[in-house]
């Protein structure tokens, strides 16, 4: 598999949001995003910075009900993405982890990219929003995402106080995590990295 193969655009529209996303395994850390939600914005360009990702994200929601259906929804399009973009998942190196601290927070993301999708996440934030974002939030992208990516994630707190840098530990260590294991290993000569020979 070539690098310029691991690339996908998913659109998904819905009653409640109109999702476009274009996306590149093999980027440079190049966003432009754009959800109508600040904060989702600001983690989702951490997440393609540090997993040195190409993405664009057009989001149009349901946001005078609130920001859940737009940012489940962006997980659910961005899992799609990654899951076309890595095809048979040739190559790669499929398991990784990262510690990531910020400031007083450390977090510690796990994951499989075997083509089964589970969130296991063990966070608890000090507060219920971060501005007007609801924290509980994260947690439904997440799982979105891991879902519809086909990702085992795995998403410990070790500590923090403060709910923005818990956040952005927690987005950093999965971006960290996700670089390593989509990274191809010269080794595997293009092989699916699992015994039954399919992922």
């Known amino acids: 598999m070539t690098k310029t193969q691991r690339r996908a655009v998913v659109e998904r529209r819905t009653r409640e949001t109109s999702i476009r996303v274009e996306l590149s395994l093999d980027g440079t850390g190049v966003s432009e995003i754009a959800t ?13 910075q540090h997993g040195l990702l190409d993405l664009t994200c057009r989001a149009e929601g349901d946001l005078h009900v ?28 499929r398991f990784a982890d990262a510690r990531v601290p910020m400031e007083d927070s450390l977090t510690c993301v796990a994951l499989d990219v075997s083509g089964r999708g589970l969130l296991n996440y063990n966070v608890e934030f000090p507060a ?21 990516a086909g990702i085992t994630m795995h998403v410990d707190l070790v500590r923090g106080d403060n709910c923005h840098h818990i956040a952005e530990s927690l987005f950093k ?27």
Do not use: Y
């Not at 294991?181 to 699992?194: C, F, K, Q, Y």
């Open 173 to 199: 260590g999965a971006a960290r995590a996700l670089r390593a294991a989509l990274a191809i290993d010269p080794r595997m000569a293009g092989e699916v990295p699992s015994t039954k020979g399919v992922l």
């Open 66 to 93: 609130d920001a859940h259906h737009t940012t489940e929804d962006v997980g659910i399009v961005l899992g799609q993405a990654f899951a076309e973009a890595l095809g048979e998942k040739r190559g790669i190196t």
């Open 36 to 48: 109508g939600i600040g904060f989702l914005d600001h983690m989702l360009d951490l997440l393609t």
């Open 128 to 148: 219920s929003k971060i501005g007007a974002f609801d924290v509980e939030l994260v947690r439904e992208f997440l799982h979105a995402f891991c879902l519809n």
